[in-house]
């Protein structure tokens, strides 16, 4: 084994267990009835996510990477994310949370002693570690959904983390992002999942965008103008869902006397003017920018804001430079239970001083999610293929519940439009 392969071991390793820890936390922060509560039909019980991340990893890394024997071959229709829908999992045979906890340490058992006898090079699938970097991004993945569910849980709060740190200096104005080509999506990205390849060139003109993402203050003031009453700001199929589904506010928002006061983790409190608005849907977004006289930037627009360096003309990993995230770039991996406040991180700023396009909120674009041109599924389709289309819309940049293994300047998340479940805000962008 060379020294390459060992630092590549433990860091596959350490990052299995990272994830590992991250889920351990959420299920055990809560008693083993609400473990199996369904918290809303949006969800699935926080104990089907526990047991699903054990069965991928069993599917991909014991069974097809290390070639063993099935450990519950019986459950795997269980938890196929594709079988059952979300709101009729808890109607399923699953496993109690005593044995979902018995099964995933055995899988985790059986995965670290594949990860001890595999080359980590050769085909595709053990290149780099790609299949278990793979299941740390899923796991990584599914626990954000679950910090998703307890954000829907109702009870006395059960989850803390220190407070996000203050703003530096103000953010205000929009940032010129000069118009040509650039190298959208990568080769190189060890881990990279199959839709934020190939990479390819891409001309994208000139346009401004908003040095932050839209705040609480400004999308208040959007509500208090009558935004959510004239429909002269929402698309046909927005004004439809804003009506059918009575949209006032985003999720969580209540009245507070003349202002507006929102519940976080069973936490209420009166919203903080300068932090970015979260928990609204697509629709709500792309309002919000018609009545601001602006639009949604298009996903190419935001990736170029982000990895477009005018300087050496090269696309960077993130938009402080190709360096990891760390505490002092970005509000990352739950380290917080909510977006900092603008201008908190000014060391992950863009060459053109665009701020927390890493973190804090997953950011609406206005764009399809389409494969790239050359686009290949790999290792299966159900990943991103079987999603491409019209229904859902790009997210970019990643929130504060998601984990640095799961968030890059190519990484693309995707979800339908009236989608507001999710840690969702969004920036601003016009033509120039």
Not at 315 to 327: H, K, M, N, V, Y
Request: glycine share 8%; aromatic share 10%.
């Amino acid at each position: 084994m060379t020294i390459e392969t060992g630092r590549l071991r433990d860091k596959v390793a350490e990052e299995l267990t990272r994830a590992r820890d991250r889920t351990t936390a959420l299920t055990e922060a809560v008693d083993d009835g609400d473990l199996i509560r369904q918290h809303s039909p949006l969800m699935s019980p926080l104990v089907w996510d526990l047991a699903h991340v054990g069965n991928q990893e069993e599917l991909w890394l014991v069974r097809d990477v290390g070639g063993r024997e099935p450990l519950r071959q019986d459950i795997d229709e269980l938890y196929d994310a594709f079988k059952h829908a979300r709101k009729n999992r808890p109607a399923l045979p699953l496993l109690g949370p005593a044995e979902a906890r018995r099964y995933v340490a055995e899988v985790r058992d059986k995965a670290l002693d594949v990860l001890d006898h595999s080359p980590l090079e050769g085909q595709r699938l053990l290149s780099d570690g790609f299949a278990f970097g793979m299941i740390v991004q899923h796991e990584q993945q599914h626990d954000e959904t679950m910090l998703a569910t307890h954000q829907l849980r109702i009870g006395a709060p059960v989850l803390t983390a220190d407070p996000p740190p203050l703003p530096a200096e103000p953010v205000t104005g929009e940032a010129l992002i000069a118009g040509g080509p650039f190298v959208m999506g990568t080769d190189t990205e060890a881990w990279a999942l199959d839709n934020e390849r190939p990479a390819h060139t891409v001309d994208v003109p000139a346009f401004y965008i908003d040095r932050a993402p839209v705040t609480n203050g400004e999308y208040a003031a959007f509500i208090a103008a009558g935004g959510y009453d004239d429909a002269r700001w929402w698309s046909t199929a927005g004004w439809d869902h804003r009506q059918a589904a009575g949209l006032t506010a985003p999720a969580h928002w209540q009245r507070d006397g003349d202002g507006w006061a929102a519940t976080s983790f069973g936490r209420t409190a009166r919203i903080v003017a300068d932090e970015p608005v979260v928990h609204v849907c697509f629709y709500e977004a792309e309002a919000y920018a018609a009545w601001a006289v602006k639009r949604l930037p298009t996903e190419a627009e935001w990736e170029k804001a982000a990895r477009w360096d005018p300087v050496s003309g090269r696309s960077r990993r993130f938009p402080w430079g190709d360096e990891s995230p760390e505490a002092r770039h970005a509000n990352l991996g739950q380290r917080h239970l909510g977006p900092a406040r603008v201008g908190a991180y000014p060391d992950g700023a863009s060459p053109a001083g665009v701020h927390q396009l890493i973190g804090d909120v997953w950011e609406w674009t206005s764009s399809d999610f389409r494969g790239y041109p050359g686009f290949a599924a790999f290792p299966y389709r159900e990943y991103s293929e079987v999603f491409f289309g019209p229904d859902h819309r790009v997210l970019r940049g990643g929130s504060f519940g998601t984990d640095r293994s799961a968030c890059r300047g190519t990484f693309r998340n995707w979800d339908y439009p009236i989608r507001r479940q999710i840690f969702s805000g969004f920036r601003c962008a016009r033509d120039a």
